[in-house]
């Protein structure tokens, strides 16, 4: 765990969550992580998708127990047709991460090894992924409400087995993890101990210029993006690189010492548009290198549910927001529910109401200028019998007489910062 930390204290009230399929991978993770601290609880998910798996989940609770780990089981709801294995995945991190809050924990510990990572990098050298794809699984990712911590990433699946063996632990065999109807399992199976080496000193290359690409980032997000409670940003004058950020005035003084915009390379303006696209847009994944591409050159237009539109007089600039069209359907408000792949509601349970967008009731309930128009229907709100009776806490440009109401920011994946390699 060195390097992953700080963790916090072990106690009751903030327990680490470990996900436990049973399998050996995970099954030595809990082991292990049980003899460095008292209190973690594992989570057992059952994909439901063998007629035995719950059998085996329930041994796997069993198995725990003898160890002295607490464990919670958790059942995965039926799966469409299709694509099942991003589907289980998708799924699978929706339930732990709810059971972790709910636990009252925010890391979650989860089994990868050296080998997934090896045959992860050699799927994507073979898509032909960029440096960041190359940088492999992330040790640490914050992803919604936890941190997803992978500490056995160096370690050899055999070394795991070998532990599992010596202590005298049983585990689960996945009859899928043979079937070569998958591609993970091909290259698991084919892939040699020279390509798997090939891969960790591609990955030690990527991951050295990428730290590099992630201070320019942060710098270049610091610098020229300010981020609004309705959900979008600013983008200040030099973000493109047709102005010097010296020059540029805010709030009567100057700011000195500051590296010009140009320094950087496009590509770097260009990747930060695209993560601002997806946070301010509720997307998983990035645009097209292609489109974030033509969106930098015109410095304005639409991509990924977001616009882009120039700023002028005293404001200029850019506004990057959601797009009025194309939103998620209406969800009862249960606490931890997430709307829209943006905003979270964090309120007592209220199944009497629905969180859905503004709309159009927005032009009915705006006051002054201090937010555009063309912002405030891309806001959750919550609906009681077809009318508003609450909006996010802190935002502006709506009547003060109406309800507040904890409905927080929560894209997922932060622009900047939220991954260790």
Same mark, same amino acid.
């Given at each position: 765990?060195?390097?992953?930390?700080?963790?916090?204290?072990?106690c009751a009230t903030q327990p680490i969550l470990i996900a436990v399929s049973g399998g050996a991978d995970s099954m030595a993770l809990a082991f292990l992580a049980r003899q460095w601290r008292q209190h973690v609880i594992a989570l057992v998910v059952d994909h439901a998708l063998r007629a035995e798996s719950a059998e085996e989940a329930q041994v796997t609770c069993q198995r725990l127990a003898d160890l002295g780990i607490a464990s919670r089981l958790l059942t995965l709801g039926p799966l469409a047709a299709g694509g099942l294995q991003e589907q289980a995945r998708v799924a699978r991190f929706d339930i732990l991460e709810a059971a972790s809050v709910k636990a009252g924990g925010s890391i979650l510990l989860v089994g990868h090894h050296q080998?997934?990572?090896?045959?992860?990098?050699w799927m994507r050298h073979e898509r032909g992924s960029g440096q960041r794809g190359l940088c492999g699984i992330a040790r640490k990712i914050v992803r919604g409400r936890i941190t997803v911590m992978r500490p056995l990433l160096t370690i050899p699946p055999q070394r795991l087995r070998a532990t599992l063996l010596e202590a005298g632990v049983n585990w689960c065999e996945d009859p899928s993890n043979q079937n070569r109807r998958?591609?993970?399992?091909?290259v698991r199976q084919d892939l040699e101990p020279f390509q798997r080496r090939e891969m960790r000193v591609l990955r030690q290359q990527a991951v050295q210029s990428q730290m590099v690409e992630e201070e320019q980032l942060a710098w270049l997000m610091s610098s020229y993006v300010e981020w609004q409670p309705e959900g979008w940003v600013k983008l200040l004058p030099g973000f493109f690189g047709e102005v010097e950020r010296e020059a540029f005035l805010l709030? *009567?003084?100057e700011r000195r010492g500051v590296k010009r915009v140009s320094d950087l390379p496009k590509k770097i303006r260009i990747e930060l548009l695209g993560r601002l696209v997806r946070l301010v847009g509720g997307h998983e994944y990035l645009p097209t290198r292609s489109a974030l591409e033509a969106l930098f050159e015109a410095a304005g237009g639409s991509l990924g549910r977001t616009c882009l539109v120039p700023l002028h007089g005293k404001q200029a600039g850019w506004r990057l927001y959601r797009e009025s069209r194309a939103f998620s359907p209406a969800v009862p408000a249960y606490h931890g529910v997430r709307w829209d792949g943006r905003w979270r509601y964090l309120g007592e349970d209220a199944s009497y109401a629905k969180i859905a967008a503004l709309g159009d009731y927005a032009r009915h309930i705006r006051v002054g200028r201090s937010v555009a128009a063309c912002v405030l229907p891309s806001l959750p709100a919550l609906w009681v019998e077809g009318r508003v009776v609450a909006v996010p806490e802190g935002v502006r *440009?709506?009547?003060?007489d109406i309800t507040r109401c904890a409905l927080v920011w929560d894209a997922g994946e932060p622009a900047v910062g939220g991954r260790l390699y």
């Open positions: 765990m060195e390097g992953l930390g700080p963790l916090g204290p072990d080998a997934d990572q090896d045959e992860t990098l998958f591609q993970r399992v091909r709030g *009567g003084e *440009g709506v009547k003060e």
